[in-house]
């Protein structure tokens, strides 16, 4: 087992017996679950919806190539920049590069999960460019140096008395804070921020091809503030999250607030196509659109996982998971946690790295139920573990044990042989590793032949 893997293992043992810790996920998590219901009655049929979200998403990546360069051909025209970036590194040294040429040391920044992946604000640290999250669940975590937890609420772990403790430690204020007083002077620090800027960064919730625009869904407003007020704007967004056409927003943005948050429609929705066009009061003077692979076109290529690239990052496949809310967000250790990261993660940065994620899962399929572009996600965990066997990652010991099991379940007289006491004894010696985590495996007393046999004798 890799180091990585046992760090897994330790960190959700532990946060699994942390029932202060589960009661505040399962309060968060039964807020979602009440409001949810609510979002979906904007649906006629709510299977309809999902499918064509499906066909939507499946359309655009398998013409990702010529969506890409549509987007390119338009964006550019309005006088936007697009740079394409392979990797981290590239996305990073890009923005480094930006940054110096506009002499950029303070920078606001809106939730994105894709500046996570590239561990943006701790590159930019390092070389002395202050970056603020202005998302107020973001700048908690950042405020307590953690990273998100939830890809959609960054710290649902935290309740409001840790908040108003954290903001008394780091912020000086009194203590006990109601949750609209702590808003207030999250509000009040970040203010300020906005002006000071000279580059505001977000994400993108859909790269639109056909208008060559970006959406960016939000509640606070503040990523429309990071985009007005600083006078270079840079996206930075993967390149999955293509959609073709501007009217596919309707279908994309009450879906992406229903199975999100248990909106009816998130409370901004913009569509930023370019920097300040003439005559237009607002803007940025320049705008970049960071497009970035970092190993998503090897998902592409791979016909059973392409479909995970149609995620849209609603995170209610977290909420639904019976692990993720045992173990939480941190325990697995990646950007992307719950189903969709045990998906991805193992394919964006390495099999054997992060093929222990795909086996953190019961296979109960309550993530592929409830997600609104219906990913297979347990059958896609279920390939993850599949390709890692096929790739030869298993120990001599599970693939001696597992032989075993396999020429004795063929063989009818070897399993009649021997009772089920001796039976679960050399089962459970094969399967040591699997006795660790898991009830004992036990045999039944009688043989299924022997079971037959009473059965046609009862009869
Ligand atoms: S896989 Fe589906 S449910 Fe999970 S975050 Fe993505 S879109 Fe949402």
Redesign the pocket.
């Known amino acids: 087992m890799t180091e990585r893997a046992e760090i897994f293992k330790a960190k959700s043992a532990i946060k699994s017996a942390d029932l202060e810790h589960r009661h505040k996920i399962n309060f968060n998590i039964g807020k979602y679950n009440d409001a949810v219901p609510q979002g979906k009655k904007q649906f006629e049929d709510n299977n309809l919806v999902k499918e064509r979200a499906k066909n939507i998403k499946w359309s655009a990546l398998e013409k990702l190539d010529q969506h890409l360069e549509e987007f390119e051909m338009h964006f550019t025209a309005r006088g936007g920049k697009v740079i394409w970036a392979d990797n981290s590194q590239e996305a990073l040294d890009e923005i480094l590069s930006i940054c110096k040429e506009k002499k950029c040391t303070s920078i606001v920044k809106s939730k994105s999960m894709v500046t996570e992946e590239i561990q943006l604000n701790h590159f930019l640290k390092e070389h002395g460019i202050q970056s603020v999250e202005t998302d107020l669940g973001e700048y908690i975590q950042q405020l307590d140096d953690e990273p998100p937890y939830h ?1 959609v609420t960054p710290a649902m772990h935290k309740n409001k008395e840790d908040v108003a403790k954290l903001f008394e430690n780091k912020l000086g204020t009194p203590s006990k804070l109601s949750p609209r007083e702590l808003t207030l002077v999250a509000r009040e620090n970040l203010r300020d921020k906005y002006v000071e800027a000279e580059i505001g960064i977000t994400g993108a919730n859909f790269v639109v091809s056909d208008i060559g625009g970006i959406a960016v869904t939000e509640n606070e407003g503040n990523a429309r503030l990071s985009t007005a007020w600083p006078k270079t704007h840079i996206v930075i967004v993967g390149i999955e999250k293509m959609i073709p056409s501007v009217t596919d927003l309707a279908l994309f943005w009450p879906l992406l607030a229903t ?1 999100g948050t248990g909106q009816k429609v998130t409370v901004y929705n913009s569509i930023i196509s370019g920097p300040r066009q003439p005559g237009e009061t607002d803007g940025p003077e320049d705008m970049y659109v960071i497009l970035l692979d970092n190993n998503r076109t090897n998902i592409l290529a791979n016909a059973i996982q392409r479909e ?1 690239l ?9 909420n639904a998971c019976p692990v993720y809310k045992n173990i939480g967000g941190h325990a697995y250790g990646t950007t992307y946690s ?3 990261g045990s ?1 991805i993660t193992p394919n964006l940065k390495g099999l054997e790295e992060y093929k222990h994620l795909s086996y953190a899962s019961s296979l109960c399929g309550a ?1 592929t139920e ?4 219906k ?1 297979n ?1 347990h059958q896609l965990l279920l390939a993850n573990r599949n390709a890692s066997v096929e790739e030869g990652m298993t120990t001599l010991a599970e693939r001696l044990a597992w032989k075993t099991w396999k020429v004795a379940s063929l063989n009818r007289r070897m399993m009649n042989k021997g009772n089920g006491k001796l039976k679960s004894k050399v089962v459970t010696t094969l399967f040591k590793e699997w006795n660790k985590q898991h009830t004992p495996l036990s045999f039944s007393k009688k043989t299924f032949n022997e079971m037959w046999k009473d059965k046609q004798n009862l009869k």
Do not use: E
């Open positions: 890809i199975y995970s149609y995620c849209i990052r609603c995170g209610a496949c977290l719950g189903p969709i998906v993530c409830v997600c609104p572009v990913i996600l």
